[in-house]
């Protein structure tokens, strides 16, 4: 069968229908359009060529009512978000799934129908593309309840007035046409825009997107169909392609997934996506955590299945770890993500052969060697992949021994391979967020833009006109967890004279001395005084000492 042609209203209508609908068979990967820089943009281009006639690639589709699982589109789109697969009961109904063309579909279908990022996708209905930039398309968006100018158009209401109602059409013309009576060039351009957004998106006698429909007695056929179509152009990654091989015989393990990352995000505030569990169990299967469909076997198939079975409890323990012994509430605080795996590895292996061993509730005298890994391995960089490999076979091999986390072992290598081992006053401050966050575990970081809010105790704006105070002061010793309003209420006073106005405040900053201290008198003592402090800390609550700085 060659492509044949479809509108878009027949598209939008055609996804997730009860009837002959088009749904996203459980091998397809995940949304990732929304995800990626200048989305909107991407979107609007993708709109505009569709208003302009041009091609915007194929889409391929299975027909089919066979029993074999599948999912629906999203509606509303937000990063992170997946559908779950439809009720095993669905599973026989006729539909057709969608090989190839999920990206574009899925974001027709959220735009037109629904929201993208919680915004609203409008059209200026007096666009001059004469008098536009190159990449300008009449189409933004704005955030949902905001109201556009009255000469706008959601596309959200255009792409649900039905197809036969021209009257909708004339209405909000001589609408226009009134309010712009006296610009006859403005309704020009309504009427031309107007025409133009209801021929390609309310009319159905434009066939803008082709789609082909496959033939294929099963689903093996069809995903090898789905194979082939993504070896050429924007192919699946090494990941998508092993969990396109692991759905194909477990169709709910990519879901499985999915549901251990929500569950860490909505216990802890930590995200661990579905691509970094599949790493981790890679890892513990593969020994790697690079991940490799090339290697990837038919009888490793059974071994990640069995796998992901048995690491939800000791995954949730770690990050509740990370939550109740620093108050990490966010996956910006931890620098170097790939450092942590060896410590989830030998949490996992010690469940293996002690089911009753946790890190939970336990003193930081128990834990020392774990949380020190944990400081050096951020702060020092032990983030490459042979270094992270190297690192959880020694704590797979202590786990099943039953002996302590092997931090000796690890820091052997980590120098073997030419990173520093030891930490010292300098190399603590590479990482001043997450060094902070480690002194002060007590405290939550609060976020704006995703960007943990820190205060300095003596304000960088008091030396508005002197850059050494500044460069003095914008330093670790000098950081307070606590929200940047604070920083800018006091940022012309001293921070004593801030304290003695209100003492209620004191309790919210740590290492500070009683305020009759000289070492107030300047930012550089107090920031010698609270540096002693902060480094007798680490070696009260983690052991850490400092090495000389040769």
């Known amino acids: 069968m060659s492509y044949q042609g479809i509108s878009i209203r027949e598209v939008l209508d055609k996804i997730n229908a009860n009837t002959n609908g088009w749904y996203l068979p459980e091998v397809q990967r995940q949304y990732v359009w929304g995800n990626r820089n200048n989305s909107e943009d991407y979107v609007c281009l993708l709109l505009d060529s569709l208003l302009q006639g041009y091609p915007i690639g194929g889409i391929v589709v299975w027909e089919n009512n066979q029993k074999i699982p599948f999912r629906p589109f999203l509606t509303d789109y937000t990063p992170n978000k997946f559908n779950n697969l439809v009720d095993d009961g669905r599973w026989s109904e006729n539909k057709s799934l969608v090989y190839d063309g999920q990206q574009r579909l899925q974001t027709l279908y959220s735009v037109l129908r629904h929201t993208f990022n919680g915004r609203v996708l ?21 955030k949902k309840g905001e109201e556009s100018d009255v000469h706008c158009i ?78 050429g152009g924007v192919s699946l990654t090494s990941s998508e392609l092993v969990l396109g091989k692991i759905k194909a015989k477990y169709y709910d393990f990519e879901q499985e997934l999915w549901n251990i990352s929500d569950e860490i995000k909505n216990t802890t505030g930590i995200r661990f996506s579905s691509e970094q569990l599949l790493q981790l169990i890679y890892l513990l299967v593969k020994n790697t955590i690079r991940v490799d ?37 966010h996956s910006s605080i931890i620098p170097r993500w790939w450092a942590i795996l060896p410590m989830i590895v030998y949490l996992i292996k010690f469940k293996e052969v002690n089911s009753k061993y946790t890190w939970l509730n336990k003193d930081a005298k128990y834990m020392q060697y774990i949380n020190q890994y944990f400081l050096h391995s951020q702060i020092l960089d032990w983030n490459t992949q042979t ?29 073997q391979k030419n990173r520093v081992g030891e930490l010292n006053e300098d190399n603590f401050t590479w990482k001043p967020l997450f060094a902070l966050k480690m002194l002060q575990p007590q405290r939550t970081f609060n976020f704006s833009d995703n ?100």
């Open 122 to 142: 409008h059209y200026d209905l007096s666009f001059d593309s004469k008098e536009a930039d190159a990449d300008d398309t009449g189409f933004f968006f704005l």
């Open 154 to 231: 959601k596309m959200t209401e255009l792409c649900s007035i039905p197809i036969d109602d021209e009257s909708s059409k004339k209405k909000l013309e001589s609408k226009l046409n009134e309010l712009y009576k006296d610009d006859i060039d403005k309704q020009i351009s309504i009427k031309y825009n107007l025409n133009k957004l209801w021929n390609a998106f309310v009319k159905t006698d434009q066939n803008p997107i082709a789609f082909f429909s496959v033939s294929a007695d099963n689903a093996d056929i069809a995903n090898e169909v789905f194979r082939r179509l993504n070896i």
């Open 293 to 329: 469909d090339r290697y990837f076997l038919d009888k490793d198939i059974e071994l990640f299945n069995n796998k992901l079975k048995t690491i939800r409890e000791p995954v949730l323990e770690f990050f509740k770890y990370l939550r109740n012994s620093f108050n990490i509430n």
């Open 387 to 415: 270094m992270v490999n190297k690192f959880a076979e020694l704590a797979i091999k202590a786990a099943e021994s039953k002996e302590d986390f092997p931090l000796k072992e690890i820091k052997g290598f980590a120098v």
């Open 451 to 550: 960007k943990p809010q820190i205060d300095h105790i003596f304000p960088l704006k008091r030396g508005k006109a002197d850059e050494l105070y500044q460069n003095e002061v914008d330093v670790l010793w000098n950081f307070q967890i606590l929200t940047a309003e604070l920083n800018n209420y006091k940022r012309d006073k001293s921070p004593k004279e801030f304290l003695l106005e209100h003492p209620d405040m004191i309790g919210s900053f740590d290492f500070i001395p009683t305020l009759e201290n000289e070492a107030w008198d300047t930012h550089t003592s107090f920031i010698e005084y609270r540096k002693e402090k902060m480094i007798k800390f680490l070696n009260t609550q983690y052991s850490v000492t400092f090495s000389k700085i040769e």
